[in-house]
């Protein structure tokens, strides 16, 4: 025989939040298959939710209720996993702040007296759309192996690589647009490699001014020059045993490359001002988001050094080319900056996740962890929209047909003659090489104005007999080549 489940075989516990514990309510719920847990206050709500995982809640909106008393709310009914019902007093929901509070937070709402089917109903959908979350959406992403997200082929590659480079000393340099996560991977070499237990260094050449740069990377004796009031170990010094990551390398001085250059050969500095040499074991990561081999060509940058630092050569991929990850990066920011919001964000709109993902993002990760965070204070409701992101509205227009796009063709080329010729239709017929008759029905067709025929009537009048050959010879072709 088949099993049916009753309401008491699954879990149907509706979470009441009131000032005190309606008996009558608590009664009738229990009659309709449900059982009630009461919570006099909001923490002591977030405290069951979490731990009896509740599905379901009532809040009773008291008739006087004011702006502070609903913020007090929305710490736990921003959760995702609960569904709540309002219950309001009849006419409450004209009041705005009451309105806006049930489209933010609720997922529907009762009007008291409320104790009949239309809060069971309700209920029992709410639990219904929980359950459905909970087996539908994916987990919230998270940072995978490498502290980073993202499963397209172009990152499992990268991850492998970092993994082949983490086991060896030889210096790494990774190439990649602004914004990729170049110095992400920089670490998750690091952390992976024999060194991890030892500093990781990193040094970022083109915020500090070329004549400090070099004194910061190799340290200086006191008095070494102006200001130089005390002994400073460089940036390498510190990186002793471990990692030394020089970020935006393509902006190196020249003067600051022929030093490190020196040190990458003989694996020994000098301080600036000393006289003695230090021996250092560091293993260098460097990056930058310039295309280094052409700094070469065009002799911005030395070759000697370019071969030093790019013994081994990681590539950033350009998020543009992620495909899918675009799509779990935005929710990874989403699931980060979600409390921010004034309103309880579910996920992204279709159009977004469209949006999102034809757009070019040339400021790549880190623009779309920005746009996200952005769009997460901004939006106006449930789901971030193309518009909350800020993305090009081209980019969610929907691609035309072929059909469509002879159409509009075909419509604009009948306009336009019909404008140089006055509205003559004898002459812009023959001009689009056409009979007059033919031109009549395809402008029909194409529900083309005869505005400005007034007075040419002649002219303009439907041709009595359609004696024309061309009928289906379309004005406009399309290649499709
Ligand atoms: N795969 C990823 N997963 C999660 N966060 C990422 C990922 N890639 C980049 N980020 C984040 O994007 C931001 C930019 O990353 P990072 O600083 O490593 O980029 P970069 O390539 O060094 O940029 P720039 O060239 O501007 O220095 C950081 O906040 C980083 O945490
Ligand atoms: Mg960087």
Redesign the pocket.
């Known amino acids: 025989m088949t099993k049916i489940d009753t309401p008491q075989e699954i879990d149907r516990t509706v979470l009441c939040v009131s000032a005190r514990p309606d008996e009558l309510l608590g009664k009738f719920l229990a009659a309709s298959g449900w059982q009630a847990a009461h919570a006099k206050t909001t923490a002591i709500a977030e405290r069951m939710i979490e731990r009896d995982n509740i599905k379901v809640g009532l809040i009773e909106l008291p008739e006087d209720c004011t702006l502070q008393y609903l913020s007090a709310l929305e710490a736990c009914m921003r959760r995702m996993e609960t569904n709540w019902v309002a219950q309001i007093a009849p006419g409450q929901s004209d009041n705005e702040l009451v309105s806006r509070f049930i489209l933010d937070y609720c997922f529907d709402f009762v009007t008291r007296p409320c104790l009949n089917e239309r809060l069971i109903f309700a209920l029992g959908h709410a639990h219904g759309l929980s359950n459905l979350r909970k087996t539908q959406v994916t987990p919230e992403p998270s940072?995978g192996r490498h502290?980073?997200?993202?499963q397209c082929e172009a990152?499992l590659q990268l991850y492998r690589h970092i993994d082949k480079c983490a086991v060896t000393d030889a210096p790494v340099f990774?190439a990649?647009?602004?914004?990729?996560?170049?110095?992400?991977?920089?670490r998750a070499i690091h952390v992976r490699s024999p060194r991890s237990a030892q500093a990781f260094v990193a040094i970022?050449c083109a915020a500090i001014p070329p004549t400090l740069l070099q004194a910061e990377l190799f340290g200086h004796e006191r008095g070494a020059f102006t200001g130089a009031v005390q002994r400073k170990t460089g940036r390498i010094e510190s990186a002793h045993q471990g990692t030394l990551f020089l970020?935006?390398i393509g902006d190196m001085p020249h003067e600051c490359q022929a030093v490190l250059l020196r040190f990458l050969q003989e694996g020994t500095i000098e301080r600036l001002g000393g006289t003695s040499e230090i021996k250092v074991d560091v293993r260098v990561i460097s990056?930058?988001?310039v295309d280094l081999e052409k700094a070469v060509e065009d002799g911005r940058f030395r070759s000697d050094l370019y071969h030093r630092l790019c013994v081994l050569r990681l590539v950033?991929p350009p998020l543009r080319e992620r495909g899918g990850?675009i799509k779990l990066?935005a929710n990874?920011a989403l699931s980060m900056y979600r409390q921010d919001g004034s309103r309880k964000i579910r996920g992204f709109s279709s159009d977004a996740v469209k949006a999102m993902s034809n757009y070019g993002w040339p400021g790549?990760?880190?623009e779309?962890?920005n746009c996200v965070r952005r769009a997460v204070v901004m939006s106006e409701g449930r789901f971030i929209t193309a518009t909350d992101l800020g993305l090009p509205q081209s980019a969610n227009a929907p691609v035309a047909t072929l059909a469509e796009i002879r159409s509009k063709a075909e419509k604009d080329a009948i306009e336009q003659a019909l404008q140089r010729h006055g509205y003559k239709l004898s002459e812009a017929a023959a001009d689009l090489g056409v009979s007059r008759a033919t031109l009549y029905r395809l402008m029909h067709a194409n529900r083309v104005n005869q505005d400005g025929a007034a007075g040419r009537a002649s002219d303009t009048a439907a041709p009595q007999n359609d004696d024309d050959s061309e009928r289906d010879t379309p004005l406009v072709s399309v290649s499709t080549h």
């Open positions: 940072m502290e980073m997200v993202g990152m990774v990649g647009e602004s914004g990729t996560g170049k110095e992400l991977t920089a970022n970020d935006e990056a930058t988001h950033e990850d990066l990874y790549n990760v880190r779309l962890i």
